[in-house]
């Protein structure tokens, strides 16, 4: 076992724990610890009970999200499970996903000043401490500012200000990187590992985004789904162990692209000598790199069969009918005055799978919405199906459409998950018993079946938005435009999702993603639309836009790792063609194998 030079600040024993009401516990038996001075990240798959163990290391559960608990969670000699929420605010403080919904004001400064003037706290003091943490999150220039005028990156920076105002020396952050472009994520990552190094707080998060985490990631916590830790020690043990190792090789569990990979490839391979023997190598740490690029190539060449393999690395364009087209649309919110939408020129057809990327802020949601007749351009023309916007008539585009909203809660208009999907079917003009066949169906493909008699709003946040998406797809529609369909999954289930989405495209329905996941974007589209300063940035096929730097600097795109891997490796063996997804590279890798 390995050793940490970091002590333990907290440390869970047997703990278990049930909502009320729920037949099955969340946590049963469960041990772990956190490392004091570092940054501690919790892995699991989706509903494992990540976000309500967070919840208890501040008291929210049990004390506000009742049920059942039991054993002990031991904090500086003291069980947290006999504390109050309030006696525990001043020791650990909670950031959640979004941070608009954590803001109660609407200036930055008094929304720092906001939980010390609460606490009753002299005037010099707030000022002093509001100067302090601003410097610490280096906005030290926004103190006047409006929180609406922040970007998405300033924004969550603010919302880890407020908890820091109030000393806490333990952070915690339920995905606070969600519904981020990658430049803002790479800022609070930065800023995450800068309060442990420069102040010495411990940092305990949920995250899925691990391609610039891992490296700052002192301890990790690996859940299994079956209420047990099954992994736990430093970044690299559990990085190691993840892609290496045959015991935790089925875990169903986000790792940065290259990663993904690797483990894929050697899952593939795992009966050929040479890769067994690179495997228990790997395992044993022998070695600093986890991914050694040179040793991978020669192995990689020992083992393919170049010259066989169609290379298919890029992506062919499927003409079909105009779906939208827009051409030089602008729109403009009142009271603001700058456009958003300055001059927006898309055309897309019915057999595109379609990915729109850029920037917190440069107005996916708000084209989205013009789209969709809830706001109105001020100049340029959308053509919808061929007809003008104006002309379509709104059930008609209602009925052809279908809209997965950014914020599953939005969607819900039941209070069972069961009814939910059943309200999705209340105009279809089916039977009852087809119905319930087709929503059982639905149920057990999203991996909700077991939650169908809960509220969609007590759902974990991967099940509420598995169920917003499985809402939109009983229907039929013939275009489906998904906002961030996949934020909070796991590998798994966003895999599932994503795949059923191929599955529909090729059936002949249209769709569109508005995505922060460049990852995605590389396996999945066919066409990328990047917006950018209120304009059409770029559009075209997902293997041109990471080459065009101009583009991924101005929609803050992030490279997938996957590519850079793909570019390493042909520079050892210049027979691999070049890839820019993980899906394509292990297809090709696999495909190369197979005579082996
Ligand atoms: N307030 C609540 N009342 C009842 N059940 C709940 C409540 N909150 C969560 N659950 C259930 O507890 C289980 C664990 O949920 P939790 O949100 O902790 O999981 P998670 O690992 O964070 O999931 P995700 O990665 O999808 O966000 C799920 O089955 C969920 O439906
Ligand atoms: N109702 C509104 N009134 C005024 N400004 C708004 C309104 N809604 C959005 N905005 C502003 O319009 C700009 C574009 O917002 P939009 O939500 O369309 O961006 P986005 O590209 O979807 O961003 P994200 O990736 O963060 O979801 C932002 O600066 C936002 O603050």
């Known amino acids: ?23 099955s516990p969340v946590w049963q038996g469960l041990n772990c610890y956190f490392e ?128 820091l105002v109030m000393q806490s020396e333990i952070l915690i952050l339920d995905e606070p990187t969600a519904n981020l472009d990658a430049v803002s994520r790479t800022e609070v990552f930065s800023l995450l590992k800068q309060l442990v190094d420069r102040y010495g707080k411990t940092i305990i998060l949920v995250e899925h985004n691990l391609e610039q985490l891992l490296d700052k990631t002192g301890h990790v916590i690996v859940l299994d789904g079956q209420n047990k830790v099954c992994l736990e020690g430093s970044a690299s043990h559990v990085l190691r162990n993840l892609v290496y190792n045959p015991e935790f090789r089925n875990l169903n569990i986000f790792l940065p692209e290259k990663y993904l990979i690797v483990k894929e ?48 690395s890029g992506t062919v364009h499927r003409p079909g009918d105009k779906v939208v087209e827009a051409c030089g649309l602008g729109y403009a919110y009142r009271g603001r005055e700058d456009a958003v939408l300055k001059r927006i020129d898309i055309r897309i057809e019915s057999k595109d799978f379609v990915a729109v990327v850029g920037a917190n802020g440069a107005g996916k949601s708000t084209f989205l919405k013009v789209l969709f007749r809830v706001l109105f351009p001020y100049q340029g023309s959308l053509r919808v199906g061929g007809k003008e916007l104006d002309g379509y008539d709104k059930k008609l585009l209602y009925r052809d459409f279908g809209l997965v909203f950014q914020n599953p809660e939005d969607q819900f208009v039941t209070n069972k998950v069961y009814d939910e999907l059943m309200f999705s079917l209340k105009k279809s003009g089916m039977g009852e018993a087809e119905k319930e066949k087709r929503v059982t169906d639905m149920l057990e493909r999203f991996h909700l079946y077991s939650e169908r008699e809960k509220s969609p709003f007590l759902l ?21 435009i998904l906002d961030e369909p996949t934020y909070g999954q796991d590998y798994d289930n966003q895999r599932e999702l994503m795949e059923l989405m191929r599955e529909l495209n090729k059936e002949g329905v249209t769709i569109i993603v508005v995505t922060h996941d460049m990852a995605l974007v590389a396996d999945y589209a066919d066409k990328v639309i990047v917006l950018a300063d209120g304009k059409t940035e770029f559009c ?24 850079s891997f793909s570019r390493e490796l042909r520079s050892y063996v210049e027979e691999i063609p070049s890839f820019f997804s993980r899906g394509r590279m292990t297809d090709y890798l696999i495909r190369c194998v197979k005579e082996v």
């Not at 076992?1 to 037949?23: L, P, T, W």
Request: charged letters at 25%; hydrophobic letters at 40%.
């Open 265 to 312: 490839w050697i899952n593939a391979l795992d009966r050929v000598p040479q890769v067994v023997d690179f495997r228990e190598r790997q395992l044993a740490g022998r070695g600093e790199a986890i991914l050694p690029i040179d040793e991978f190539a020669g192995l990689f060449q020992k083992l393919a069969v170049f010259s066989s393999v169609d290379t298919c």
């Open 36 to 163: 004091e001075g570092t940054v501690n990240l919790l892995l699991g798959p989706s509903g494992c009970g990540k976000s309500t163990l967070l919840y208890m290391l501040n008291g929210i559960v049990p004390n506000f999200y009742e049920g059942k608990a039991e054993g002990h969670i031991w904090f500086r000699g003291e069980d947290i499970l006999e504390k109050k929420t309030k006696d525990m605010v001043q020791y650990v403080g909670m950031v959640f996903q979004n941070p608009e919904t954590q803001f109660c004001t609407f200036t930055v400064e008094d929304e720092l000043a906001f939980g010390l003037e609460n606490e009753n706290a002299p005037r010099d003091e707030i000022d002093s401490r509001i100067d302090e943490v601003l410097d610490m999150v280096g906005m030290g220039t926004f103190r006047k500012s409006l929180l609406t005028s922040l970007s998405g990156g300033q924004k969550q920076k603010i919302a880890i200000a407020s908890v």
């Open 1 to 23: 076992m390995e050793q940490s030079v970091h002590k333990k600040i907290i440390e869970m024993e047997q703990v278990s724990f049930a909502y009320d009401g729920d037949d």
């Open 540 to 563: 075209g096929p997902p293997e041109d836009i990471f080459d065009n730097m101009d583009a991924v600097k101005k929609g803050k795109l992030q490279i997938p790792s996957s590519l």
């Open 460 to 480: 974990s946040q991967g099940q509420k938005r598995r169920l917003s998406v499985a809402a939109m797809l009983l229907t039929g529609q013939k275009v489906l």
